[in-house]
């Protein structure tokens, strides 16, 4: 198969794809689960990295060491601590992991798309990879200080820590202008339900299941 044909065949398999992202803490996942709610299916780019984090622990006890894999699971805390401190080894675990991750997202992908309406793929680091030829985008966003207090309660990290963590990916407000839609999470849980219903309602053009 030639380059142009396999990069046509990628865009098939998301053709009525939406990317569903953010920036860490600023409540993707709690979208996620009102999307679903109103009966979006869902991709999940995390689990499915989980899933093959796991199928790949023989490899990663090879390359990181056996201290990082309990009973055929991977310690991904710990692994993650480690790779965020080595980029070289981060960028090796990204060339083991990536393509599998990115194969099992477009197989779910070409499934969803036989539907022929709109589903989300719920993609952390979307923006910073850019490895997904999915053209329009779902970014929550909240203020820089709301993501850095809601990280630090979150995960219990120092502010230095959930400094580190945030500057780590894009600034969110650059994710804001690039977004094909937006979910202002400034607020609480009420106004981020509203803020899902208002996307479906006025930007997908779809009635939420209360309608």
């Known amino acids: ?12 398999a998301f053709e ?5 992202t953010g920036g860490i803490a600023t409540g993707k996942s709690t979208a996620a689960k ?12 995390d689990r499915i990295a989980h899933e093959v984090l796991d199928a790949q622990h023989e490899r990663i006890a090879e390359i990181f060491g056996g ?3 309990k009973e055929g699971k991977v310690d991904r805390k710990a692994l993650g601590t480690a790779v965020f401190a080595d980029e070289e080894k981060r960028r090796e ?30 993609i952390p680091l979307f923006f910073e990879t850019n490895r997904y030829p999915i053209r329009r985008s779902l970014v929550v966003y909240t203020t820089k200080a ?22 780590a990916q894009l600034p969110i407000d650059e994710k804001r202008k690039r977004a094909t839609y ?16 208002r996307v479906m309602r006025e ?9």
């Open 1 to 12: 198969m030639s380059s142009t044909e396999a990069s046509t065949g990628a865009l098939m």
């Open 16 to 20: 009525h794809a939406i990317v569903l």
């Open 34 to 45: 009102l999307f679903a709610a109103e009966g979006f299916e869902i991709i999940d780019a």
């Open 67 to 69: 201290g990082f894999v």
């Open 93 to 122: 675990l990204e060339a083991l992991l990536h393509p599998l991750i990115y194969g099992e997202i477009e197989k779910g992908a070409a499934k969803l798309d036989a539907l022929g309406r709109p589903y989300l793929v719920d």
């Open 146 to 167: 709301q993501q850095l207090k809601r990280l630090m309660q979150r995960d219990g990290y120092t502010t230095q820590t959930a400094q580190q963590r945030i500057d």
């Open 182 to 197: 937006l979910i202002d999470n400034t607020g609480d849980l009420a106004h981020l339900k509203a803020e899902c219903e």
């Open 203 to 211: 930007q997908l053009g779809l009635p939420s299941k209360n309608e």
